[in-house]
């Protein structure tokens, strides 16, 4: 059965009649179109699938959309102003931080809410806040160096 839920994604709000057992990412992807939240695994153990919920990382396969009402999501989507990247999704695009792309939203969210806690991260830092988001080809160098140049343009007045 279908039931009214608000959700606050990406700054607005929606007015959503889904069955409330069902996860966030489905309703991300199938009833707002929302695809950059990739599923992965299903189980919560890669990282692909990765939002923010209310600031803080989760695993968007693991919310049940029932307990979501009047909650704050921001996925891969949101973080760009407009027309304007976000700092990390420009630093992946000029890091090469990517190669079939699968873990990226994951991976540039999960860096967006390290980067909300640490704006200066060394590379172990970013290792750690890293450690549970997947990346099949190997990406890991380019990414970690993507994400120090992600903050450094964050403190030089490059974050929004």
């Given at each position: 059965?279908?039931?009214?839920?608000?959700?606050?994604?990406?700054?607005?709000?929606?007015?959503?009649?889904?069955?409330?057992d069902?996860?966030?990412?489905?309703?991300?992807?199938?009833?707002?179109?929302?695809?950059?939240?990739?599923?992965?695994c299903?189980?919560?153990?890669?990282?692909?699938?990765?939002?923010?919920?209310?600031?803080?990382?989760q695993?968007?396969?693991?919310?049940?959309?029932?307990?979501?009402?009047?909650?704050a999501v921001r996925?891969?989507?949101?973080?760009?102003?407009?027309?304007?990247?976000?700092?990390?999704?420009?630093?992946f695009?000029?890091?090469?931080a990517?190669?079939?792309?699968?873990?990226?939203?994951?991976?540039?969210?999960?860096?967006?809410?390290?980067?909300?806690?640490?704006?200066?991260?060394d590379a172990?830092a970013?290792?750690r806040?890293l450690?549970?988001?997947l990346?099949r080809?190997g990406?890991?160098?380019?990414?970690?160096?993507?994400?120090?140049?992600?903050?450094?343009?964050?403190?030089?007045?490059?974050?929004?």
């Amino acid at each position: 059965m279908a039931d009214p839920i608000v959700i606050h994604v990406n700054g607005e709000e929606r007015r959503l009649a889904v069955d409330l057992d069902r996860t966030l990412l489905e309703v991300l992807r199938d009833e707002l179109g929302l695809h950059g939240t990739k599923y992965g695994c299903g189980e919560g153990q890669c990282g692909a699938c990765t939002v923010l919920l209310d600031g803080n990382e989760q695993r968007s396969c693991q919310l049940v959309v029932g307990t979501l009402d009047g909650r704050a999501v921001r996925t891969i989507e949101g973080l760009a102003n407009g027309d304007r990247l976000h700092p990390l999704q420009q630093a992946f695009l000029d890091h090469g931080a990517m190669q079939c792309g699968f873990c990226t939203s994951g991976m540039i969210v999960a860096a967006a809410a390290l980067l909300q806690r640490n704006p200066n991260p060394d590379a172990a830092a970013i290792r750690r806040a890293l450690h549970g988001n997947l990346c099949r080809c190997g990406c890991y160098p380019r990414i970690v160096v993507a994400v120090q140049q992600a903050a450094r343009a964050g403190r030089n007045g490059g974050d929004r």
